[in-house]
Structure formats: C-alpha cells, structure tokens
C-alpha cells in the first residue's frame, strides 16, 4: 500500500450544544472564505435549513458546508446532537478526521454534547475546542475550560485527546484569536488551528475506487442519492461502476450524477478523487454501508456497524371495521414511496419531520 495524503482538504465534524453559536460560526467562516459573492444575499443561514430545525432549534439532519480557505478545502460536517439519532451520528464521524467541539463561554458543556463527543473520542478524534461568545458579559472562560477537561476524563478520553487545543471566538462578529490577551481581527487563527491540528485524509494510492456510502438523500429528478467521503481512487460522472453492498451482492450500474459540494451548495463534478465527500444517482439500489468501487478491480470496505435505530415499525394490512374509508394514498407501494422518501433524509412536507429509520430492506420485499 502506497499511503498517500490529500494534504489540501481537511474533513471535520461541529458539535454544539443548541444555541451555542454554531450556525453563525459557519455563517461567519463561509463569509470570510469568500464563499458569498457581495451581490449574494444569505437568505438563510447555513446548517438550520429544515423548517423542524428552524422551529425548534435543533439540528436533526447532517450537512455538508465547504468551505474554500486560500486553495484549501474544509469540509464541515454538522453533526445532529440527539442521542435519538445515534446511527446517523457514528456515520457523520466516520468520514472526518477531527472535530470542533464549540462550547458557549458562559454556559459551558451541556448535555447535548455529551453524546455526540463520546462518540467522537471512541472513534479516535482529537477534538479542537473552540470557546464561542467570550464577548458575554458572564462569560467564564477558565471554569468552562475545566468543565471541557473534567467531561472529557469523564468520558475516558485519552491523553492526547485532553491535551486539546484552544481558540476562543466571537463568531457573532467574526474573530478568533489563541489567546486572550490579544483581541481576533477574524477568523484565520481557526482557519490555521484546522489545518494545523486536524489531519488530512489518507488514502492508498494503489487502490481502486472505493466509496462508502453513509448517508442518502433523495431528489424528485435523480432518485436516490448516496453520499460519503472517497476512500481511495477517484470517480468519474458516467463511469460504470461496481456497487457491493453488505450482504456482498454486485451489481454494475452507471454513475448518472456526481456532486461535490461547494459553501451550500452541491454542485455537478466531472470527477473527485480521495478524500473527497460526494453525492452519486444513479445506483438506485443503494444502501448505506454499501461500497461503490472500480467494475474491474471490485473492493468492498468493510461493512459499517452503527447503533440499532431507537424505533422499529412493522406496517401491516389494516384489519380494523373503518378499513378502507378514508385517507387518499393508502396503497402499501404509496406507503413504502413516502417511508422510503423519509428514510433517504427528506422532511415530511406536511408536518416538516423526518426520521432515520435505519435500513428499510424489509420494506423491499413488498
Ligand atoms: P446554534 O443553535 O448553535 O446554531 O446557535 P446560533 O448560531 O443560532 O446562535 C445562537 C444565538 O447566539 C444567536 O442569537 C447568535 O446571534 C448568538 N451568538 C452566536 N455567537 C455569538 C457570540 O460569539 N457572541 C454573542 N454575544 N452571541 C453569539
């Protein structure tokens, strides 16, 4: 194995307790990166775009926000802070290679991070704390700070791991500076920390395409929609590819669309390589944990294992006597058109929820 760095892309996850400033950090990088053009109006903040999350202030779904600093790419990958949607998280860490833990400098930890941080330290990431909002008042820098080191003994973090580095920032006027004594002017000092700190991803330069998919998504005009991080090789629009899924079954099917993602946005790519995360149509048998990998030299990774979903629900022919009375779509192929829709991400469009059902094979065999 020929391992090899992609030394210009750096892969992070953001965990943060509800309100703590995350959405505007990331609003506050994209504008300084340059992301925005000046005739661009940000009709809506970064990582809160589901009416659910506007509503209630949560993040439920994960997203993708790239962002171009210099001629780098970082990626930042939103991690939902419920235990509730634990599967979803593991994926999300699985395809960074460090994280920023945010924390609120007058609050401190609260439990929402809990998890998502357990998690992310068992994976072996070495987290970048970033103190936010140390214009507060009741800011309480220092106790906060302990508060970080005594949860992250309490979650038995590794020595490495409590050794993390610092950046506090006022991400509301967008600065960061390593040390107290001396006021940010903006956000760089983040910019470098990730690139100093985080590590870029690896790959085997003698391996053929592999891609996991860890997270689907749905759209009316290309149908399934897979998307996870290139772990080795590259992948071309068009290309015939090899799809083995975790029950090892192949099959070939062509890559009809390939997205990378730019600030928002995903956008059409001719091609990615390692490191890189991407979206793919065209494998409409898709599943998460499965491998898209070279037709001609096949190699599946290994399969993922995630946390069982918190809920299971077994759909069944109604037998009740008001069988058949009302309701509009309520055949089983509408039922599993709609179930399969939310299992691929999408938001009810009635009542704004979506669930991650785990894997819906079941439903399949229909
Ligand atoms: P999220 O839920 O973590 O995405 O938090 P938001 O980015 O929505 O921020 C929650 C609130 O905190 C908003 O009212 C922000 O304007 C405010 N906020 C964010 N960062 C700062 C900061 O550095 N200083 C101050 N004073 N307020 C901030």
């Not at 949607?85 to 609260?110: K, W």
């Not at 820098?141 to 590794?158: K, Q, T």
């Not at 500076?177 to 991803?201: A, H, Q, Y």
């Not at 059409?268 to 490191?275: E, L, M, V």
């Amino acid at each position: 194995m020929a391992k090899k760095f992609r030394e210009n892309i750096r892969n992070v996850a953001i965990i943060a307790h509800v309100d703590h400033g995350k959405t505007t950090l990331v609003d506050a990088m994209l504008h300084q990166a340059g992301v925005f053009r000046d005739n661009q109006h940000v009709a809506e903040r970064v990582m809160d775009k589901l009416d659910l999350e506007r509503e209630k202030g949560i993040t439920i779904l994960s997203k993708n926000t790239t962002i171009k600093w210099q001629d780098n790419l970082i990626n930042i990958l939103d991690t939902p802070g419920h235990a509730d949607f634990g599967g979803q998280v593991q994926r999300v860490l699985r395809m960074v290679d460090g994280c920023l833990l945010l924390v609120d400098a007058s609050e401190g930890p609260l439990p929402q991070t809990r998890y998502v941080l357990s998690n992310a330290l068992e994976l072996g990431l070495s987290p970048i704390v970033v103190i936010n909002k140390i214009d507060r008042p009741d800011a309480r820098i220092g106790e906060v700070l302990d508060e970080v080191l005594e949860l992250f003994l309490d979650l038995d973090a590794s020595e490495e791991q409590c050794h993390f580095p610092v950046v506090y920032t006022n991400a509301k006027i967008g600065t960061a500076t390593m040390d107290l004594g001396t006021e940010g002017d903006n956000l760089m000092p983040l910019f470098r920390l990730i690139f100093d700190k985080v590590p870029p991803p690896e790959y085997d330069d003698e391996a053929p395409l592999q891609l996991q998919i860890v997270t689907l998504d749905y759209s009316d005009y290309v149908g399934r929609i897979g998307i996870g991080r290139i772990a080795n090789g590259t992948i071309k629009q068009a290309e015939q590819v090899m799809l083995i899924k975790n029950d090892s079954t192949r099959s070939q099917a062509k890559v009809t669309q390939l997205y990378t993602y730019e600030g928002l946005s995903r956008v059409d790519a001719k091609s990615a390589w390692a490191g890189e995360i991407v979206a793919v149509a065209g494998l409409e048998n898709m599943d998460i944990g499965d491998t898209v990998t070279s037709m001609l030299d096949p190699r599946p990774l290994p399969p993922l294992k995630i946390d069982e979903p918190t809920l299971e629900m077994v759909f069944g022919v109604n037998t009740s006597p008001f069988q058949g009375r009302e309701g509009t779509f309520v055949t089983t192929r509408q039922i599993r058109d709609r179930l399969v829709q939310r299992n691929s991400g999408k938001s009810c469009s009635a009542c704004g929820r979506l669930g991650d059902f785990g894997r819906l094979s079941r439903l399949r065999s229909w």
